[in-house]
């Protein structure tokens, strides 16, 4: 069997051998629309739950808009320019509008990156600027949420007379679906937030999973730190397989977001009777599979459809290698995963920890095999599971560990499929 796999810009083709049950699960998604930027015109003029753009943003002076850093395909150059000449239409100087790349804890976007991530024209006529969270001075104290989390916010978007985000709506790993609430916190958090988010308390809550909404702990504490950093307005969208668009929600932050979901959740989900053995995935190629620490969203979408003992195959670029320095270290230092699931149970919070600890989770119940081709070598002793130097060999070093006739699912897309089984 021939199976086409997002790999990195190019993509990646493997030959599957014969005696196994093979299933591939595409990334199902709506058809994209004929006429996107009439569609984006018509979400800013009648949003959901909310007032039209222009009339929310008359007598307001300035206004800050945090958008996806480049580990994101959203399409902002496309989205951003519409939304834009309302609000100075509506009287708010380019001087006083700020666009924010909501990095969270990734690293900064490089210049040239900035210009993909806006457009040449919309970075040099505006203010754009990166996040950084390890500077809490650049963020204002909002308080404690219910359950105790700090919130501190960046100062440029906390205040800012109008505050809005542009995101997409995809699958994610621990908040159920991405976009709304995600581009405040953790994306313009300060990481004395972004911890205590991803620490233990809701990284090993089973419901902090892909799909999970409703019952979402992380979910809900996202929309409580959104409300206390008065998030005005969002316009997030649905993308197809080709990342062209395919919905766009604007309006009231929450009401918009979860008409969103809801179209998302439609259109992705694919369903099986029962879990399979295994499973050989992607992380949906770039920007996607930059770094291993990204790829690991590929691990663990694929494991809510492989059943306890079954065996996970990524492949994934990982083009720019490990992650940031902490994630680096964190790796190279501890080559055992049920070790590092302990020593982190009660621990302070470190960085990119939580990344990690979504894998031990996985590995505890699978064993996972890798292709990774641009992590270099110092890592892949620490990988909690083999790794192969091509992508023949670890596909043949998944077949050989699989008895005859066992079932095996194909997931091109990766983390793009929202996938269940009965019996998981």
Not at 15 to 23: A, N, S, T, V
Not at 385 to 401: C, H, I, Y
């Amino acid at each position: 069997m021939r199976v086409d796999l997002a790999f990195g810009k190019t993509g990646l083709t493997a030959i599957l051998p014969d005696g196994f049950r093979y299933r591939t699960l595409e990334a199902r998604s709506a058809t994209p629309l004929l006429d996107p930027d009439a569609a984006i015109q018509a979400a800013l003029d009648a949003p959901i739950g909310a007032p039209p753009l222009l009339e929310l943003a008359r007598g307001k002076s300035s206004a800050a808009i945090s958008v996806c850093d480049i580990t994101r395909p959203a399409p902002n150059r496309q989205v951003l320019p519409p939304l834009l000449e309302r609000l100075e239409r509506a009287g708010i100087p380019r001087e006083r509008i700020t666009i924010l790349i909501a990095t969270g804890l990734h690293r900064a976007a490089t210049e040239a990156e900035i210009r993909e991530i806006v457009g040449d024209s919309i970075a040099s006529a505006y203010t754009v600027g990166n996040h950084n969270a390890r500077a809490l001075w650049e963020h204002r104290y909002l308080g404690v949420t219910a359950s105790g989390t700090p919130v501190y916010i960046d100062e440029r978007f906390a205040g800012a007379d109008l505050r809005l985000t542009l995101g997409f709506i995809e699958p994610h790993l621990m908040l159920g679906f991405s976009g709304g609430r995600k581009l405040i916190a953790p994306g313009l958090a300060a990481q004395e937030t972004i911890k205590v988010l991803h620490s233990p308390k809701f990284m090993r809550d089973p419901r902090a999973a892909e799909g999970s909404i409703d019952d979402n702990p992380l979910h809900h504490e996202l929309l409580e730190i959104a409300g206390m950093a008065r998030h005005d307005f969002l316009v997030d969208v649905a993308l197809a397989r080709d990342r062209r668009i395919a919905g766009v929600f604007a309006g009231h932050p929450r009401e918009a977001h979860r008409r969103g979901v809801q179209f998302v959740s439609r259109v992705m989900l694919e369903t099986l009777e029962e879990p399979v053995d295994a499973a050989i995935t992607s992380s949906a190629g770039y920007p996607l599979d930059l770094t291993f620490y990204q790829a690991i969203k590929g691990i663990t979408a694929a494991s809510q459809i492989v059943k306890p003992g079954g065996k996970i195959l990524l492949v994934a670029a990982c083009q720019e290698g490990c992650g940031a320095p902490e994630f680096q270290r964190m790796v190279a230092g501890n080559p055992s995963g049920p070790a590092f699931m302990d020593k982190i149970a009660a621990a302070p919070v470190v960085v990119d920890q939580w990344q990690l600890e979504k894998l031990g989770l996985v590995t505890a119940k699978v064993e996972v095999l890798y292709y990774v081709p641009g992590l270099p070598a110092e890592y892949h002793a620490s990988l909690w599971g083999r790794s192969f130097p091509t992508a023949s060999a670890a596909v043949s070093g998944l077949a050989e560990s699989l008895p005859p006739g066992a079932s095996v699912a194909v997931i091109p897309d990766g983390p793009y499929v929202l996938a269940r089984a009965g019996g998981v």
